[in-house]
């Protein structure tokens, strides 16, 4: 059974940062591409951010882009998110996505959540100003 689960998340003033991690299980992880999506009260989820199997290819939504990195470590099973100079805009449900990787993978099929096969539960962040 595969689970993906979150955590780092929290309360942080305007300008923070947080660390986000997601430990994968039942799953090969260098099978999958992964992203980053966040949900906001009243708001559509959204794309954040997604890496390739090998870490070859990025994506990331334009409001982040120079703010956030995404990263993995297919040995540990982990998926990393950092998040700097956050804004009160970004408070959010963070969640952990797999997508089981098919030749190809591009931008377009990494920003679409309806690609992804597993979801994590989530981890709140709130920015405060």
């Known amino acids: 059974q595969v689970h993906l689960v979150e955590s780092g998340g929290g309360l942080v003033q305007a300008g923070g940062s947080l660390r986000l991690s997601c430990l994968a299980s039942g799953l090969t992880l260098s099978n999958y591409a992964m992203g980053w999506f966040r949900q906001a009260p009243g708001k559509e989820r959204e794309f954040v951010a997604a890496?390739?199997?090998?870490?070859?290819?990025?994506y990331y939504a334009d409001f982040v882009k120079g703010r956030f990195t995404i990263s993995r470590d297919n040995a540990g099973n982990m998926v990393y998110l950092q998040m700097n100079s956050l804004k009160p805009e970004e408070t959010a449900v963070y969640y952990c996505?797999?997508?089981?990787?098919?030749?190809?993978?591009?931008?377009?099929?990494?920003?679409?959540?309806?690609?992804?096969?597993?979801w994590g539960q989530g981890t709140q962040v709130t920015v405060s100003s």
């Open positions: 996505a797999a997508d089981l990787w098919t030749l190809g993978w591009s931008r377009a099929k990494a920003i679409d959540g309806r690609e992804y096969d597993f």
């Open positions: 890496v390739s199997r090998s870490s070859i290819n990025k």
